[in-house]
């Protein structure tokens, strides 16, 4: 039981190791980001005992949030 949030795109797969590191940014989007939203989302997640999950499958990429 959690929250889920889905997204199609035409990117490929993220890398999970990579999406909720600080200062990273994503090459696949090549735009201004500096890759701390991610980053911040997962420390408020982990602060309040939740985990987040990266999931890609058949051109959609999902969130979820669930008890720890």
Same mark, same amino acid.
Do not use: C, M
């Given at each position: 039981?959690?929250? =889920?949030? &889905?997204? &199609? #795109? +035409?990117? +490929?797969?993220?890398? +999970?190791?990579?999406?909720?590191? =600080?200062? &990273? @940014?994503? *090459?696949?989007?090549?735009?201004? #980001?500096?890759?701390? @939203?991610?980053?911040?989302?997962? *420390?408020?997640?982990?602060?309040? $005992?939740?985990?987040? $999950?990266?999931?890609?499958?058949?051109?959609?990429? &999902?969130?979820?949030?669930?008890?720890?």
């Amino acid at each position: 039981k959690g929250i =889920r949030k &889905t997204n &199609t #795109s +035409p990117l +490929p797969a993220i890398d +999970p190791g990579r999406l909720f590191q =600080r200062l &990273t @940014g994503l *090459k696949e989007l090549q735009d201004n #980001s500096n890759g701390l @939203g991610l980053a911040i989302v997962k *420390k408020i997640i982990e602060t309040h $005992h939740l985990q987040i $999950h990266y999931q890609w499958q058949n051109g959609t990429h &999902t969130l979820e949030v669930t008890e720890g």
